[in-house]
């Protein structure tokens, strides 16, 4: 309707009968596309506007202008505005001058080749559960024309389209106008729907699980509680859960590698038939079936990315809310994950999970939790990592508990009195759980994103936020249980010595299994020296899995505990223990 108001029309070519509403989807079509290109050619004016002296570096005053020059406020991701830079930065490497606008930077937006029914009316659309198998068939009834150039009104006929609805689809759930699309001759619908659920609130919780993102660990994660005083203390059960992909990200790194050298291919082929072409030869028929092979290749390989980037993004959203649920928690605290390059966590994990991968994230999980009525808030990144979440000393960062050296992995608090020692994304979902409950007035609804985010730390706020660890009473109250003998150790001496050339040499072993030598491919690396001494592994190992197949075999979480049968608060049972002051 907005380009009808500003008097933008959409001319129908000589001859044609088009209905005005179809007209109207069409509009509605170009004009998203316009309002995200509008939105990217604000960006990219701001960035040119203020553009710094080092594109690699801004300096603190740079970074401010870019904000106060920028729309929305400033609220932009600041992963996307680096990705704007390093844009910027390589036109101006190739052309040795800054672009005018993202025209100079960018292509044209397309459509896509889809049709949103969204904007259309009963007219045109009606969509409804089939009346013979309303829980597993859906009709859409629309008009459309029966021949490429429709001249009349009687050229367009309503026309039945029967699809199954997947099983995940509730029966109560009411479906909503979809998008269709045509993808390789099928058509292809995307029905969204809707169901009653109860609203997600943005403060008063008391409850929350929160979650931090890693390299190596892709999401480790815990429940915090809020006490009931006077003055509401920030506890933790600190039993964190994990959730690892290292597997799936490795495919995903290989999948990368492979398409890029796809594109290299095929940028080279493109130039040997150009340059034929310039010189008035016809190419060599030989390299236009090679670039079309690569090119089906390309388009196979980006497909397959998508899809294990889209299952990542669903297993993970998956993990997330059903912890949330069996923590009886009301909100998800969760980083920014688009900010994560301002953090320094490297590189990898920048080219591992594309900016698209990460919106994904969060918006899977946001509409995972939403169903449930758990609110999903993003809190901001700055130092949740750096400081200990008992006493909020600065830790001290080194490569792993018994590795002094600094490093990257493992955190210690040189407070004496606390002498709190972790992994780093273990003490960081504390940190980030404890800014999200301390800060819950603070909560904003982001109106571009659609989630709730807190946007700025209160330094006094922050200060009260130290975590406190309910542990397990093991203080010693009585003999210690008699443990049974693991039935595997051998109850007869071992044999006598034999010196026989080719047997083994006896009566020296200690008593435990024979040792075998390892026959699995596996268990040949050299720190795996056999049944009885199996080193940590240090990489993942699918089990039981072949190459590329099997998500699930590549993917592992903590499982999720039952729900809490009391508050952990009150008790004073075994299993969920009292609380001892931590620090
Ligand atoms: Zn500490």
Request: proline share 8%; net charge positive.
């Amino acid at each position: 309707m907005a380009l009808r108001r500003l008097g933008w029309p959409v001319t129908v070519p000589q001859g044609v009968y088009v209905p005005d509403r179809v007209v109207r989807i069409a509009q509605e079509q170009a004009g998203r596309v316009l309002r995200s290109a509008w939105w990217r050619a604000e960006v990219t004016a701001a960035l040119l506007a203020t553009w710094p002296a080092d594109p690699a570096r801004r300096t603190e005053g740079e970074w401010e202008a870019l904000r106060a020059a920028l729309p929305d406020g400033g609220a932009v991701a600041s992963g996307v505005l680096l990705a704007r830079t390093r844009q910027i930065a390589a036109f101006q490497a190739r052309h040795s001058r800054l672009p005018a606008d993202v025209t100079e930077c960018e292509s044209a937006p397309g459509a896509g080749g889809q049709v949103v029914l969204a904007a259309a009316d009963r007219q045109l659309a009606t969509l409804q559960r089939c009346p013979e198998d309303p829980f597993r068939y859906a009709v859409l009834t629309l008009r459309m024309p029966l021949r490429p150039d429709p001249a009349c009104r009687a050229d367009w006929h309503p026309v039945r389209i029967r699809f199954r609805l997947p099983p995940h689809v509730p029966a109560a759930a009411v479906l909503r106008p979809p998008t269709l699309r045509v993808r390789e001759g099928r058509l292809l619908l995307d029905v969204p729907y809707a169901q009653a659920v109860l609203k997600p609130e943005r403060a008063g919780h008391r409850r929350a699980v929160a979650f931090d993102w890693g390299l190596n660990t892709l999401l480790t994660g815990g429940t915090l509680y809020l006490t009931d005083e006077a003055q509401p203390r920030v506890v933790t059960d600190a039993r964190p859960v994990y959730f690892r992909a290292t597997g799936v990200l490795a495919k995903a790194d290989r999948l990368r590698i492979h398409a890029e050298r796809i594109g290299a291919r095929i940028d080279r082929l493109r130039t040997l038939i150009t340059s034929r072409q310039e010189r008035g030869m016809r190419p060599d028929p030989w390299l236009v079936a090679k670039l079309a092979a690569l090119e089906a290749e390309r388009d196979r390989v980006a497909r397959r990315r998508t899809r294990l980037n889209a299952a990542l993004a669903k297993a993970a959203a998956r993990f997330m809310t059903d912890h949330a649920i069996a923590a009886g928690a009301s909100v998800i605290y969760l980083e920014d994950l688009r900010d994560m390059q301002a953090r320094g966590k490297g590189r990898t994990l920048n080219t591992r999970l594309s900016q698209t991968v990460r919106g994904a994230f969060v918006t899977h999980v946001r509409h995972r939790a939403a169903a449930h009525g758990i609110a999903v808030v993003i809190v901001p990144p700055q130092g949740t990592s750096k400081h200990c979440p008992r006493c909020l000393t600065e830790f001290r960062h080194h490569k792993a508990p018994n590795r002094r050296a600094a490093g990257w992995a493992w955190a210690t608090c040189p407070n004496i009195a606390c002498g709190y020692s972790t992994g780093r994304d273990n003490a960081a979902w504390q940190r980030i759980g404890a800014r999200g409950l301390t800060h819950q007035h603070q909560t904003r609804l982001d109106r571009t994103a659609g989630v709730f985010v807190i946007r700025s730390v209160v330094e006094a706020l922050d200060r009260t936020g130290t975590v406190q660890h309910q542990t397990r009473d093991r203080t010693k109250s009585g003999p210690t249980n008699k443990r049974p003998v693991p039935g595997k150790r051998r109850r007869v001496p071992a044999p006598p010595g034999n010196r026989g050339p080719t047997a083994r040499r006896g009566g020296k072993r200690p008593a435990g299994r024979t040792p075998t030598h390892p026959r699995h491919r596996s268990r040949r690396w050299s720190r795996q020296q056999g049944p009885n001494a199996i080193g940590t592994p240090v990489r993942h190992q699918p089990d039981g899995a072949r190459l590329g197949a099997g998500f699930h075999r590549h993917a592992h979480t903590t499982p999720t505990r039952g729900w809490p049968s009391h508050s952990p608060e009150r008790s004073r049972t075994r299993g969920i223990a009292q609380e001892t002051q931590a620090d």
